[in-house]
């Protein structure tokens, strides 16, 4: 008989767990296991390309950052991406790409670069003005000066720019 109670406690235990569960999944927001809390009336993003008005930034920047953005909403959350009138459109501009040495040596050479890229973004919610933002994001990755710029820059960027978009990512649906 005692193995009966602890088998139906065991049950719900169980059941409890589960209601528990499909109720915080119910709530007002969407919630993922990224951290991601997404409003459940927000259905599809639309992700414009962004553009470069950086005098200095490497010309593919914008492109990789815009591409990294729409791989990130699509493979983290459950939203459509359109080309066009999504329920949040996010939009952008690189605005600072600088090289600037970090460590200088004995022999007052530079011993570490550094790469800035710095993106102001917009995002738009168009079902809600109260949730439009705008901020600018700046990231940056240290490289050894005795290393060739043309070398490195392409991983440089690609670093960067992830960091980036985790930055916008975070800002529009972890709230934290």
């Not at 049950?11 to 999944?25: R, Y």
């Amino acid at each position: 008989m005692n193995q009966k109670v602890k088998y139906h406690f065991t049950i719900s235990t169980i059941s409890f767990c589960l209601i528990f569960f499909g109720l915080l999944n119910t709530g007002c927001k969407i919630y993922s296991f990224t951290g991601a809390s997404i409003p459940p009336n927000i259905k599809t993003i639309t992700i414009k390309s962004f553009t470069n008005q950086s005098e200095n930034a490497n010309a593919v920047v914008s492109i990789e950052l815009t591409d990294l953005l729409k791989d990130k909403f699509i493979s983290e959350t459950n939203l459509n991406l359109m080309d066009f009138g999504g329920d949040m459109e996010f939009s952008g501009v690189v605005t600072g790409y600088s090289i600037r040495g970090q460590a200088s040596t004995a022999d007052q050479t530079t011993a570490i670069n550094r790469l800035t890229i710095a993106v102001k973004v917009d995002c738009r919610n168009n079902l809600n003005e109260k949730e439009n933002w705008t901020q600018t994001f700046t990231r940056y990755d240290d490289f050894d000066s005795d290393l060739n710029l043309a070398e490195v820059e392409p991983q440089l960027v690609r670093s960067i720019n992830q960091q980036i978009a985790e930055d916008i990512f975070n800002k529009a649906f972890v709230n934290w």
